[in-house]
């Protein structure tokens, strides 16, 4: 890794020199090359708008780019970009200091989306579907006058399986958040290099690095959130048996659309004996 103060990036100035913090860090780093690789996510020369609430995932996010930047496997240019969306008691002044501090190019922008999604939802009912969909059409609108070809999210491992359980329970389908997707003008790229992070690693390598994490008032004070529920529920398993997030995730990258029941997936009615061995008991469904 880069220890050295003289080559390392302002964001990883004053890191932890334990063993433990060097083997998050390493990992976090290999798992987001990895995800990078793995999706086809890398454009040489291309210009990417990397989002920044100030939360755990962000900063993580952020700083590990910065790091595979400065190893030269990265050759993106990177833009930072808070979207301040007027919650009241907002600190509008943490992220511009603490980016301007670090000598990253960044993009402040102010819309005051918070009055809009509070008018507009019902009493009782969650802010984040509007929250979400207001904020990226102006995270998508920021990126286009900034010449960037890439909306960069900070999503991670466990908000990509939690999704999966939101739209399994109350979706009625099998769809998750894609690591690497194109918008529906079809003109911007969405990235989520965080892909095969645990969401346990970003909070660890936060608080170690002591970014000035900054809380989502907004949806963050609701009380009975379907998410917070999928939250519980997974954490209550990894619990019962370590591990299990983990296999669950590996198991949205082995899909089988033959032993599914989706016939826009799978040509089913044109299936005929004779076109693939049957003998195989990996092929058999354990009904049990």
């Known amino acids: 890794m880069l220890d050295d103060l003289d080559d390392i990036h302002p964001l990883f100035h004053g890191a932890p020199k334990s063993t433990e913090f060097k083997k998050l860090r390493k990992r976090i780093v290999q798992n987001v090359r990895q995800a990078t690789d793995d999706f086809g996510m890398i454009e040489r020369d291309a210009r990417w708008l990397v989002c920044l609430s100030g939360g755990k995932d962000s900063y993580t996010l952020l700083a590990v780019l910065y790091e595979l930047k400065w190893r030269g496997l990265l050759p993106v240019d990177i833009l930072a970009c808070n979207l301040d969306q007027g919650q009241p008691g907002f600190p509008s002044t943490v992220l511009p200091k603490f980016l301007e501090d670090m000598g990253v190019p960044h993009r402040i922008e102010y819309q005051d989306t918070y009055s809009i999604v509070v008018d507009k939802v019902p009493q009782g009912r969650t802010y984040c579907a509007l929250c979400s969909r207001l904020r990226r059409g102006n995270l998508y609108r920021i990126a286009r006058e900034e010449g960037c070809s890439a909306v960069v999210l900070g999503h991670h491992r466990d908000d990509i399986l939690e999704t999966f359980f939101m739209n399994l329970f109350h979706g009625s389908r099998l769809a ?59 954490d209550q398993w990894e619990k019962n048996a370590p591990g299990r997030r983990q296999k669950m995730f590996r198991a949205l990258m082995n899909t089988r659309p033959s032993h599914l029941l989706d016939p826009a997936l799978f040509d089913f009615k044109g299936l005929e004996i004779g076109e693939r061995k049957q003998n195989n008991s990996n092929d058999i469904p354990d009904l049990r």
């Open 176 to 234: 998750t958040m894609p690591p690497k997707l194109v918008n529906e003008d079809g003109d911007l790229f969405v990235y989520r290099p965080l892909a095969y992070v645990a969401e346990a690693d970003c909070e660890k390598f936060a608080k170690s690095m002591n970014y000035p994490i900054i809380p989502c008032d907004l949806c963050g004070s609701q009380d009975g959130l379907q998410r917070m529920q999928v939250k519980g529920m997974l």
